[in-house]
């Protein structure tokens, strides 16, 4: 099926997208969208995007729709066990990510990319706590190499004043600009390590062309040390980044260590004059 008619069979997605469009014209966001005629009409293709705040996507999609395409963003497992947001994402056809055990979803991008789907995803795994591009996975170089795909690159800017991480969420009428800059599709090629490395720098490129047209306040949390604002430094990023991460690892294994605790007590039901056994 030609993905330019899937306007036609798609109507939840379609849905979806007319209600966000005007909850965007609420909020008085204004886009200013250039590249677009760089997402094929057709075929499948790996969307790679920077990730400055937890609405990027929901403002990625908008070039797509210029060729009438959907995007299948590749989310956190822990959204599609929402009871809300949920079957909402599957409807979509977006695809689950679980951070402990990828592979499951990396097959399921790469089977969506040779139906010929545009599939979205943020090589940077995380928000960037600077709002500089952080490192690359090599994931959207790899998938994009098996399925014989182009990446075409994207940058955002201006979301992060929205809702981004550390700092509350915007989301009355604020009249944002954000900024959208869709680059010329990469051909994949061996090795991936190397299509990574011009995918960042193809990337880091366009980010700077995005803020050196966009108008910056000096000192606001939301605009890049390197640009005059309070937002941490890539290293200091990093460092809050590896803070973060290791508290979750503690947190984890501390419930891994009381369920442990719990299932191996040593005693038999009722043993302590407790439970069925005692009545």
């Known amino acids: 099926m030609d993905p330019a008619t899937l306007t036609d069979v798609e109507p939840f997605y379609r849905t979806i997208i007319g209600v966000a469009r005007t909850l965007f014209a609420a909020q008085g966001l204004k886009f200013t969208i250039s590249g677009a005629e760089h997402i094929p009409a057709t075929g499948g293709a790996v969307i790679a995007m920077n990730h400055t705040g937890y609405m990027d996507f929901t403002y990625a999609g908008i070039p797509a729709r210029e060729t009438k395409r959907y995007i299948r963003f590749m989310a956190k497992k822990e959204v599609f066990d929402n009871k809300v947001a949920g079957p909402m994402m599957r409807a979509m056809k977006h695809i689950p990510v679980d951070r402990g055990d990828a592979g499951d979803s990396y097959r ?5 990319l040779r139906r010929g789907d545009l599939v979205g995803v943020f090589p940077e795994e995380t928000i960037s706590r600077s709002f500089e591009l952080k490192d690359f996975r090599s994931g959207a ?3 994009a190499l098996e399925a014989g795909v182009p990446v075409v690159p994207m940058v955002l800017w201006g979301s992060q004043r929205v809702w981004t991480k550390g700092h509350p969420k915007r989301l009355g009428r604020t009249n944002t600009p954000i900024t959208i800059i869709v680059g010329a599709p990469i051909e994949p090629y061996e090795p991936a390590a190397e299509m990574t490395a011009q995918l960042h720098t193809t990337m880091e490129q ?3 062309e995005a ?4 108008r910056h306040e000096q000192g606001a949390y939301w605009v890049p040390k390197r640009l005059g604002g309070s937002a941490p430094s ?9 803070r973060v991460a ?7 294994e ?13 005693e038999e039901p009722g043993a302590n004059g407790k439970g069925p056994s005692a009545q």
């Not at 290791?246 to 984890?252: F, I, N, Q, S």
């Open 234 to 242: 890539p290293e200091e990023a990093n460092v809050e980044d590896a």
């Open 141 to 143: 170089a790899r998938m």
């Open 211 to 214: 803020q050196k047209n966009y």
């Open 246 to 252: 290791a508290e979750r690892r503690a947190r984890k």
């Open 206 to 208: 366009m980010l700077e």
């Open 108 to 112: 399921l991008a790469v089977e969506a």
């Open 254 to 266: 501390q419930e891994r260590a009381r369920r442990e605790a719990g299932g191996h007590s040593g």
